[in-house]
């Protein structure tokens, strides 16, 4: 339980400071506007799953905002290595977070439901 509760803390640091690099440190326009909205890490906090959001719908700003964070990944680490004080950074896997659209999606279903 107590490494569970180790996991979560790291991921929960790494997910505010990823938020603030993202902000302070990166200058490439592909990320800007990007929300970091959960991090998921293994056990052995060798790997961080990485999600985030984007304001825009549109799949070209997607593909370009994950293309940028791909090349951003090793500025987000060296980052990473200054401000935690870990033995080893984990490796990080940049995945888009689907959950807020599926949500905006049941909730016009039940809209929709509801002027029937």
Excluded: C
């Excluded at 902000?23 to 052995?44: A, E, F, N, S």
């Excluded at 070209?60 to 990944?73: N, P, V, Y």
């Amino acid at each position: 339980m107590a490494n569970q509760f180790r996991v979560d803390r790291v991921g929960m640091e790494i997910k505010r400071e990823v938020n603030e690099i993202l902000q302070k440190k990166v200058r490439d326009p592909r990320v800007q506007g990007i929300t970091i909205t959960d991090v998921q890490m293994l056990g052995d906090l060798s790997m961080a799953k990485v999600y985030y959001t984007l304001m825009s719908n549109l799949a070209s700003e997607q593909e370009k905002a994950q293309t940028g964070l791909e090349k951003a990944k090793g500025t987000i680490k060296r980052e990473l290595g200054h401000n935690l004080k870990m033995y080893k950074i984990p490796d990080l896997t940049f995945i888009k977070d689907e959950s807020i659209e599926y949500g905006n999606k049941i909730d016009q279903m039940l809209r929709d439901l509801d002027q029937k």
